[in-house]
């Protein structure tokens, strides 16, 4: 695996929440139950490192449950969760969300 552990931590926990976002939301997933199962295993297990962000680093030690999606209702990043899975694993949903966006801006100007 690429990156140092703190490299590595971060982007399991950006995978791991993004992943239960999409199932939460019941949007498409973008991994198999047990490649999520066992990403929450490693994330749980390496709860207690820090990343160098604090609010995420007390929100997995506090709210992470390896057992259940839940706790993604909680995360204190829930746009930027969307923005991720909206632009890296489906883009169209991206490119639509930016053309809403326009639309609303233009008929706010007018």
């Known amino acids: 695996m690429w990156g140092s552990l703190i490299e590595q ?5 950006i995978i791991v929440a993004v992943a239960a976002w999409a199932y939460e939301r ?3 997933p973008i991994m198999a139950d047990s490649d999520y199962d066992a990403l929450c295993g490693r994330v749980h297990s390496q709860r207690n490192v820090a990343t160098g962000n604090h609010r995420m680093d007390r929100f997995f030690q506090r709210s992470f449950d390896p057992d259940t999606g839940l706790w993604v209702h909680r995360h204190p990043d829930q746009a930027g969760l969307e923005n991720i899975y909206a632009r890296y694993w489906y883009p169209t949903l ?9 639309r609303r801006a233009r008929r706010k100007a007018r």
């Open 9 to 13: 931590v971060r982007r399991d926990r």
């Open 26 to 28: 019941n949007y498409k």
């Open 94 to 102: 991206y490119k639509d969300a930016i053309k809403r966006a326009r």
